[in-house]
């Protein structure tokens, strides 16, 4: 095949340019010819989609967001807009396809694919972590990152002021960001959309902190969680406990955009590297991955989690450090 079509879709994250720049000069090394299509599968929709040299990926390792523009379509999830979109891709002689994008992505492809042949070759790009066949997902450790030093800040004026904060992190239906940042934090609890927490053992374990007079207890909470994030955790606190002076922060999309750290661009290139040579092998309808080191293919419709991965033991083991 010689001519693909590239595209980031869903949120974006720290990464996605690296992932392009790989795709982009590994495909012109193998002498393929690249079509970026702009705002994912909704551009894919509009047919807006250009022809990309070398020079357009120059300067993009480094940078946060997405050159090729990103966007949630609604159009997709319709018959009529994945024809629209099969016609603009045969109108413009686009042989194969690499996606980069999340849960919300694969399952697009998974629609789309089952009423279109084209080869296509996934990578996961998404902060959240939630997809199955990778490790990591591209984007997930900068997050991260981002978290922890907002968090650190955070601790800084809640020990100043002995108070009790309630921090919430993205992830609509999935904790990763939530355990990891909690761990790398001390935070003293965290709750997220996977395990059901008891609001009930949460304020007693802050009541007994409280008797030890703890004198910064922090508390990470994915968005997804059942309670409706921090600001209802931080209601409940209140209500139970007037006399501790808690707050609650919502850090947001702070967490999707800046510089990819050095992991999320080497796995960013390793991938998009992957992905091309795959689709040059006629490995298809596969995501990229790494698992253990080394890379890995699965089937789109296996990289969809089930949120499996979170083990309780991991919950248990922040209480245990933070007592
Ligand atoms: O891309 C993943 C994610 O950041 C989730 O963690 C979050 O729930 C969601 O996207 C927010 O999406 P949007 O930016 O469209 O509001």
Redesign the pocket.
Known sequence: MRKIGLLTS????PGMNAAIRAVVRTALYYDMEVYGIRHGYQGMIEGDIFQMKTTDVANIIQRGGTILKTA?SDAFKTDEGRKAAYDQLQKHGIEALVLIG?DGTFRGAVEFFKQYTIPAVGLPG???KDLSGSDFTIGFDTAVNTAVEAIDKIRDTAEAHDRLFVIEV?????GY?ALNSGIACGAEDILIPEIMTDIEDVLCRIDSDERRSKSVHILVVA??DEFGGAAEVAKRIIERFPKIDTRYAVLG?I??GGSPTYADRVLASRLGYAAVLALRENKTQVMTGIVNGDITYTPFQQVIKTNAGISTDMIEMIRVLSV
């Open positions: 869903g949120g974006d994250s949630r999340g998404t902060i959240d993205m992830g609509r239906d999935a960001i968005e997804g999309h967490q999707r």
